[in-house]
């Protein structure tokens, strides 16, 4: 048996493997990095039912917010695209005038005169002056090269100042950027269709419409411009679109127009002139207010000295040496004379020319410069102050080429009452040269004789007629040349009895006097009405030795770039009226009236001067048309409602302006002879009764006047009798 104390004996296997020593346990060596967060503890839905509402509600905005603002998106981009598919090429937008140009050019080839929408032709954002483009983007959109064609710090800064102003927020400043000017500019694509249109006026005003809905649908537009058009192609546009005063479009027709150059060589000062107009063209134009555009422009040249393009002494250099305008720019002259000359011309090609047209006229810029000192000098010298009356002048050459035309005080106008076309005035003694045109048509000699005695004439239906001299006075018997001279008006009014008024009608018609003549026997005396501008043309018919003159100022029109004219001038020498001898004793009578007659105050420099004065009853007109021989002028004085002037007869103040204009027309014009001819005899200081002649009835009418020519022709009239012998009554 074995003793269960004892320990057990160790196998032999497990003395060939021991037992291992029991493991301590290790360590764990925590791994270096991010210690884990703890979860924060959820929060508990808030029990206060105004907060969770609150946070409702703003779940609610955000998520209509986010749907409407993308839904407005998606439309805005729809609409930019439409307008982007609608958006023509740039070249087709640079001349946006609903109508053309008309350029007057006066006798000597030089501009003078611009109607219609002027445009210098088209210009781009690179190649006008640097100065120019500078300018306009510093006064109208300085973020121009950031923006995406709206500036909301624009619109913002607008709305501001219009507030801060007391006006409304889209009243006044707009914020507009250039882009959304030259989408305005294009009326938003919308083109101008008569056939819609009760005007253009009334199509330009829907363009400028500054309502909110408008404004949505210009920015619109702006914006597919920026995604059609490069910045410098839309400024093109722009520069090219804008109206800049004075009739003209665009940044080539300003410069052409105020300073005579094209666009890529303004001045700063120019350039700076041309971006200040943009603001308000009609009110800003240099011709309209000089020192208006001069002060607005130094305005810009501070912007742009403020935003970097120019440093401060560039900025003072061109403010102490502002532009000015151009000479012709500068004269603006004839401006009744221009629009004279348009509404002369096709109104196709004129006044309503959807073409760019060149007019040549007649116009001398020296002449017109003369009329119109002429003028003023003897407004302001012998006129008294505040005086409402008018004058206007005319001056032309033989053949009827105006030369010169003054239709007012204000001389530096356009589109108002011209005196000298539109007034209808009575001519007074201004139309007896006319009577005696006829009477040495006939036959009569300067020195035969009538007898200045009172006379009555029984006018059917009116009764006695008894007419009076000026001096209301008589001075018997005299000469036809003394008549004249003295400008008494019974002598004029039997020798007009004598040779038949309806003679003395044909004859003034003839020359040009186209208006309604009186019938009665006062015709002799300037009852009859004309217009200053046919008054001049008629003596005119006078100088060129009796053949009839249309008054003209257009040589040619062609259209800009053509070499050859569309259509010449309609006016000149046209058919004979009198004699050409007849015609030069008339000049050597109407010499008479100035060397000796009422129209003394006329004559100067020793010249040989032919004219008439004219004085209507209680003075309503005064007039003096005369000439040398190498113009023709007329003056015409009175007030425009007729009130009576007050000791202006045509012998003083409208004289005394003609001869005032004359001595500056003839500046350097050496002196030349009347083509005048004396009457045999005339040298006798007192004319000698005409000798007994056989009595007869004097023709009263064309047909009577035939008759006796034919026969005279036969050899069986006798030799032609004198006027006191054709009234009946008179003793010889």
């Not at 009609?282 to 020192?291: G, H, V």
């Not at 011209?418 to 300067?446: C, D, H, M, W």
């Amino acid at each position: 048996m074995s003793d269960s104390r004892k320990g057990k004996r160790p196998l032999v296997a497990d003395r060939r493997y021991p037992k291992k020593a029991a493991k301590k346990p290790v360590k764990k060596v925590a791994r270096k990095g991010p210690a884990k967060r703890r979860r924060a503890p959820i929060k508990k839905p808030s029990r206060n039912i105004f907060v969770r509402l609150f946070r409702w509600v703003l779940r609610l905005v955000w998520w209509v917010t986010w749907r409407v603002g993308l839904t407005v998106a998606a439309g805005i981009a729809l609409a930019v695209g439409y307008f982007w598919t609608t958006l023509p090429d740039v070249n087709e937008l640079l001349d946006g005038r609903a109508r053309g140009s008309v350029t007057l050019l006066d006798r000597e080839g030089e501009r003078f005169a611009w109607r219609g929408d002027q445009f210098g032709g088209a210009v781009m954002a690179s190649t006008v002056a640097p100065g120019l483009k500078d300018a306009v983007i510093a006064t109208e959109d300085k973020r121009f090269y950031r923006h995406f064609g709206v500036s909301p710090r624009g619109m913002a800064g607008a709305i501001r100042i219009n507030l801060s102003e007391g006006r409304g927020p889209l009243q006044g400043h707009g914020g507009s950027t250039i882009t959304q000017q030259t989408a305005k500019l294009l009326c938003l694509g919308v083109e101008y269709d008569p056939s819609e249109w009760k005007s253009e006026a009334a199509y330009v005003a829907d363009c400028r419409r500054g309502s909110i809905q408008r404004k949505a649908k210009e920015a619109i537009y702006a914006m597919a411009m920026e995604a059609k058009y490069s910045k410098d192609e839309i400024l093109s546009i722009y520069l090219n679109r804008a109206y800049m005063g004075g009739g003209a479009y665009g940044a080539e027709a300003a410069a052409q127009r105020y300073f005579g150059k094209p666009a890529a060589d303004l001045t700063l000062a120019e350039g700076a002139m041309i971006a200040g107009l943009l603001t308000a063209p009609s009110r800003m134009a240099p011709t309209s207010n000089l020192q208006r555009s001069q002060d607005r422009a130094a305005t810009v040249l501070r912007l742009m000295g403020d935003q970097g393009y120019l440093s401060g002494a560039e900025v003072t250099q061109w403010q102490q040496n502002p532009a000015t305008l151009s000479p012709a720019a500068r004269r603006k002259a004839g401006g009744y004379f221009a629009d004279w000359v348009m509404s002369t011309g096709p109104e196709f090609f004129t006044r309503n020319t959807t073409e760019d047209v060149i007019i040549r006229t007649t116009l001398d810029q020296r002449l017109q410069r003369a009329a119109e000192e002429a003028l003023k000098q003897v407004f302001d010298t012998k006129v008294r102050e505040g005086s409402k009356a008018q004058a206007a002048i005319v001056v032309m050459s033989a053949d009827g080429a105006v030369r010169a035309m003054v239709g007012g005080l204000e001389t530096r106008v356009s589109g108002v009452f011209n005196r000298a076309i539109q007034a209808e005035r009575q001519t007074g003694s201004a139309f007896k040269p006319f009577v005696y045109a006829a009477a040495l048509e006939l036959g009569y000699s300067p020195l035969d004789t009538v007898d200045d005695s009172p006379m009555t004439i029984d006018i059917p239906g009116s009764g006695p007629w008894s007419p009076r001299n000026y001096t209301n006075t008589y001075s018997g018997r005299v000469t036809l040349t003394q008549a004249l001279a003295q400008s008494l008006n019974i002598p004029a009014v039997k020798v007009s009895e004598s040779v038949g008024r309806d003679l003395v009608r044909r004859v003034a018609t003839d020359f040009g006097i186209d208006n309604e003549m009186a019938n009665g026997p006062a015709l002799a005396l300037g009852a009859s009405e004309s217009t200053l501008l046919d008054m001049t043309g008629a003596y005119a018919g006078i100088l060129n030795g009796g053949s009839s003159v249309t008054p003209y100022g257009l040589i040619d029109l062609r259209l800009q770039g053509d070499d050859e004219p569309l259509m010449g001038t309609g006016g000149g020498i046209g058919e004979r009226v009198v004699q050409d001898s007849a015609a030069a004793q008339l000049i050597w009578m109407m010499e008479k009236v100035v060397s000796e007659g009422t129209g003394g105050r006329a004559q100067f420099g020793g010249r040989e001067i032919a004219g008439k004065t004219g004085t209507t009853q209680a003075a309503r007109d005064a007039w003096f048309v005369g000439f040398t021989a190498d113009y023709v002028a007329g003056v015409w004085m009175g007030y425009d409602d007729n009130t009576p002037l007050t000791g202006v007869t045509g012998g003083g103040l409208p004289a005394e302006i003609w001869r005032e204009t004359m001595v500056r027309v003839h500046e350097g014009v050496p002196a030349k002879p009347l083509p005048m001819q004396a009457p045999a005899g005339a040298s006798r200081p007192d004319p000698a009764p005409a000798a007994p002649r056989q009595r007869r009835e004097v023709p009263r009418t064309t047909e009577g006047l035939i008759e006796m020519l034919v026969r005279d022709i036969l050899g069986g009239g006798s030799a032609p009798t004198r006027p006191n012998d054709r009234i009946p009554g008179e003793s010889r």
